[in-house]
């Protein structure tokens, strides 16, 4: 499944959920596409974060280390 198909799924269930409610079943996976997209954002920063570098006043160019 695609990363917009779970946008649209998770849209489809938010709109359901505004106007008559959810199963048990349909929260269950309402939850588990919310995590999905958690997943990949989080995964897409890093992603980023991993190259990206920062230039030096003299013109060098470091990475960027995790903060401790």
């Known amino acids: 499944m695609s990363i917009n198909e779970v946008i649209a799924r998770i849209n ?3 709109k359901k959920a505004k ?3 959810l199963t ?5 996976d309402r939850d588990k596409l919310r ?3 958690i997943d990949n954002v989080k ?3 890093i992603g980023q ?3 990206t570098y920062i230039v030096e006043p ?3 160019k470091r ?3 995790p903060k401790n």
């Not at 048990?24 to 269950?28: F, K, L, M, T």
């Open 12 to 14: 489809e269930l938010a």
């Open 19 to 21: 106007e008559e409610g």
């Open 24 to 28: 048990d079943e349909e929260i269950a």
């Open 35 to 37: 995590r999905i997209y």
């Open 43 to 45: 995964a897409n920063l």
């Open 49 to 51: 974060l991993d190259n």
């Open 58 to 60: 003299d013109g060098t």
């Open 63 to 65: 990475p960027l280390k």
